[in-house]
């Protein structure tokens, strides 16, 4: 072959490799609170991610290239949050994170994110009403929790008046805002809702309680949904408890309360209380096995796992599985590949990622048992997730679609795609 020819076969086989190729290491930024109030819930995260990026590396990492934890702690400042996005977007170059937990944390990330053209994954359940194409939304909108939870109360359990209790921020406040209007619709007074919001941290709940027993005065079956978030679940439940309220009495279903909370409570006066999620540790699989062990051979044995691990689970697998198959961990690839990606559930089945940057999965109801673990009391098949509710007008005519409408807010009645600018 000659000289020319050579050179030539030579320029047509790197035509034919990636546009982006991935540079090593690749980067993964770990944007959790490691300290402050929500640190009893974000750690988990933290240690979950370098796990992950452990068991991707031993099978050969992405692209050829060894995976970097790149591990920042926001300390539950919410404009902390932020700084650390810039810091790990520009300073370190990562090339996707995965974080937050509160919205407001997610707030405060979101215009960075955007301006920087960064890849977020979220994998905590939160409010909806959002939609961006620069997040991954891999924890549960409230048609995928709230909704499901408020309906087991509603037809199973019998409540027929509603403590809806909540953390002042931005999740509980917009949760309840749709959960009001939803139990209206099925003809519950506004009467018979009772809304409260505390600090992040609160710790007195006395006449809290009180409240939400009064609310029950005139006979009336009350439940409580509670979106309360950090360590201040510790002393409402040792509150419920001193009252002597049993989930006989006034049952609890949470948003924010899973295996990981537990574990500091004595959970000796809670069995019977509820929690919705789309994962639970005691869920009954082979890959939820494996997964538990796995975790316990690293972490110890008296660690557990939780919903919001699944997810990051889930959303990293897609992420590693997209920028295969994208050659390249450039974020616009990256994006386009993960629609449509499939990765197993823990639970069964299988989590889909939907155009409009949500997953479709299970919802399960579990029921607090002494040991800190939850008896699994209801499951559906996968549910889509929605990014706009169907239970607000304003919302109900919106539609996300990033696939092939390019397009987060798009309504239904105009024909139109509305943009907005994050100016959180």
């Known amino acids: 072959m000659s000289k020319t020819l050579t050179c030539t076969a030579a320029l047509l086989a790197a035509s034919a490799l990636p546009a982006f190729?991935?540079?090593?290491?690749?980067?993964?930024?770990?944007?959790?609170?490691?300290?402050?109030?929500?640190?009893?819930?974000?750690?988990?995260?933290?240690?979950?991610?370098?796990?992950?990026?452990?068991?991707?590396?031993?099978?050969?990492?992405v692209l050829g290239c060894e995976l970097e934890a790149v591990v920042v702690d926001p300390a539950s400042d919410w404009p902390l949050f932020a700084e650390k996005a810039r810091e790990l977007?520009?300073?370190?170059?990562?090339?996707?994170?995965?974080?937050?937990?509160?919205?407001?944390?997610?707030?405060?990330?979101?215009?960075?994110?955007?301006?920087?053209?960064?890849?977020?994954?979220?994998?905590?359940?939160?409010?909806?009403?959002?939609?961006?194409?620069?997040?991954?939304?891999?924890?549960?909108?409230?048609?995928?929790?709230?909704i499901p939870a408020t309906d087991y109360f509603l037809e199973e359990l019998g409540v027929e008046k509603f403590a809806l209790l909540g953390t002042d921020y931005v999740y509980p406040r917009t949760t309840n805002n749709i959960l009001e209007s939803y139990l209206q619709q099925k003809d519950i007074p506004a009467d018979d809702i009772f809304v409260n919001y505390t600090p992040f941290g609160h710790s007195d709940w006395s006449k809290i309680v009180a409240d939400v027993v009064a609310l029950g005065a005139d006979g009336?079956?009350?439940?409580?949904?509670?979106?309360?978030?950090?360590?201040?679940?510790?002393?409402?439940?040792?509150?419920?408890?001193?009252?002597?309220?049993?989930?006989d009495d006034i049952p609890v279903v949470a948003f924010s309360v899973g295996e990981e909370e537990l574990s500091g409570l004595d959970t000796?006066?809670?069995?019977?209380?509820?929690?919705?999620?789309?994962?639970?540790?005691?869920?009954?699989?082979?890959?939820?096995?494996?997964?538990?062990e796995a975790w316990?051979?690293?972490?110890?044995?008296?660690?557990?796992?939780?919903?919001?691990?699944?997810?990051?689970?889930?959303?990293?697998?897609?992420?590693?599985?997209?920028?295969e198959a994208a050659?390249?961990?450039?974020?616009?690839?990256?994006?386009?590949?993960?629609y449509g990606q499939e990765f197993p559930n823990l639970t069964g089945g299988t989590a889909v990622m939907l155009p409009n940057h949500h997953l479709a999965k299970p919802v399960l109801i579990g029921e607090i048992q002494e040991d800190g673990q939850f008896d699994i009391i209801s499951q559906t098949e996968e549910v889509?997730?929605?990014?706009?509710?169907?239970?607000?007008?304003?919302?109900?005519?919106?539609?996300?679609?990033?696939?092939?409408?390019?397009?987060?807010?798009?309504?239904?009645?105009?024909?139109?795609?509305?943009?907005?600018?994050s100016n959180y």
Request: with cysteine.
């Open 220 to 247: 009336k079956k009350v439940g409580v949904i509670s979106t309360i978030n950090g360590d201040a679940n510790v002393g409402f439940y040792k509150e419920l408890a001193a009252a002597g309220i049993s989930a």
């Open 89 to 146: 977007l520009s300073v370190h170059e990562v090339d996707v994170i995965f974080g937050n937990w509160t919205s407001v944390s997610r707030k405060s990330v979101l215009p960075v994110i955007e301006e920087l053209n960064g890849l977020l994954f979220y994998p905590v359940q939160y409010e909806g009403e959002e939609s961006s194409k620069n997040v991954f939304y891999t924890g549960a909108a409230p048609n995928q929790q709230a």
């Open 21 to 61: 190729a991935a540079d090593c290491p690749v980067k993964v930024g770990v944007l959790h609170s490691l300290s402050g109030t929500m640190a009893i819930s974000e750690t988990t995260l933290k240690d979950t991610m370098e796990m992950l990026i452990e068991q991707q590396n031993a099978k050969g990492g």
């Open 296 to 323: 316990k051979a690293r972490m110890g044995e008296e660690r557990v796992t939780n919903d919001p691990m699944e997810a990051h689970y889930i959303g990293f697998n897609m992420w590693v599985n997209a920028a």
């Open 268 to 292: 000796t006066n809670l069995v019977g209380h509820l929690a919705a999620w789309n994962y639970f540790q005691s869920a009954d699989t082979d890959a939820n096995a494996g997964w538990v």
């Open 327 to 338: 050659g390249t961990t450039d974020v616009d690839a990256v994006r386009t590949a993960m």
């Open 384 to 421: 889509p997730g929605d990014a706009w509710t169907d239970f607000l007008p304003e919302s109900a005519v919106l539609k996300s679609d990033w696939a092939e409408l390019e397009c987060g807010m798009y309504n239904t009645e105009t024909k139109s795609c509305v943009q907005i600018k």
